[in-house]
């Protein structure tokens, strides 16, 4: 990633050209301590004792409910990654995950793949996510995390500017396919449950397969267990211990 911030292009999630960010730990070997430092940082690696476990592109009444209740009953804490466009619809959704002691996070205003760089409108569409988020929800989000994992220079820099931290991922369930199902999701993610993995999974299925979300949501207690088990605190970002 040396030298590569003006054209940094990482595909994630549910891109057809994907290019995984758990990639970034080998290319991390060659870099300089700080860079490998920034690039850890920048795909989630936190405490070695912790998972922080995240969702995507909520909140949602269809869905987002269920993971409420169900992250109760584990008595798990995570950290959501807001559409701006989905909050104007559902403020009291968003107030809510607060309220229940979850973590707020950015994720844009809406889903939209970057194609054409566009600084001046990544910036306002940003800005406008977090007067959003904190006008709804009540806090300020600190973390941001684009569509797709699509970072350009133009996305960076308006984080920056907005005062966010751009956090992607280590580990992902694929649970936004229409096969998904909660034994895959688990599948997928075991082998990356290990400490200092940051977990992608989402709470709505507004990009995804309809219904998908109801793999991820059914895989939770075996993930949470599985980290259990093997002496790992499961929490939000904010608990991560992000370099
Ligand atoms: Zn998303």
Same mark, same amino acid.
């Given at each position: ?5 003006? +054209?940094?292009?990482? @595909?994630?999630?549910?891109a ?9 730990? =080998? ?6 301590? @700080?860079?490998?430092?920034?690039? *850890? ?13 995240t ?9 987002? =409910?269920?993971?409420l ?15 701006g466009?989905?909050? !104007? ?13 979850? !973590?707020?996070?950015? #994720? ?5 793949? =970057?194609?054409?760089?566009d ?6 569409e940003? *800005? ?6 904190? !006008? $709804? ?6 973390w941001? +995390?684009p =569509? ?17 931290r ?5 580990g992902?369930? +694929? ?7 909660? @034994?895959?999701?688990? $599948?997928?993610?075991?082998?990356q ?8 999974? #989402? ?22 267990e599985?980290?259990? !088990? ?6 939000s ?7």
């Open positions: 990633m040396a030298g590569a911030a003006g +054209r940094l292009l990482l @595909a994630g999630a549910a057809a050209t994907a290019v995984e960010v758990a990639h970034l730990a =080998p290319a991390a070997g060659r870099l300089t301590p @700080a860079r490998r430092t920034v690039c *850890r940082g920048l795909a989630g690696y936190g405490s070695a004792t912790h998972v922080a476990l969702f995507d592109d909520g909140p949602d009444p269809r869905s987002t =409910p269920h993971f209740d169900e992250l109760d009953a584990l008595e798990v804490r995570a950290t959501f990654f807001l559409l466009s989905m909050l !104007e619809r559902a403020p009291v959704l968003g107030r809510e995950l607060v309220e229940r002691g979850h !973590e707020v996070a950015v #994720h844009g205003w809406d889903h939209r793949r =970057p194609w054409w760089p600084p001046a409108r990544d910036l306002t940003l *800005r406008r996510t977090v007067g959003t988020i904190t !006008e $709804a929800c009540g806090v300020r989000p600190r941001y +995390r =569509p797709y994992g699509v970072l350009t220079s133009g996305l960076l820099r308006s984080a920056r500017r907005t005062g966010l751009t956090v992607l991922w280590t992902w369930g +694929r649970d936004w396919t229409a096969h998904a199902t909660p @034994a895959s999701v688990y $599948a997928t993610l075991r082998p449950l290990r400490g200092g993995a940051t977990l992608l999974l #989402h709470d709505s299925d507004c990009t995804s397969a309809h219904g998908a979300w109801r793999s991820a949501l059914g895989a939770l207690p075996r993930v949470v599985h980290c259990r !088990e093997r002496g790992l605190w499961v929490g970002l904010r608990e991560h211990g992000l370099a």
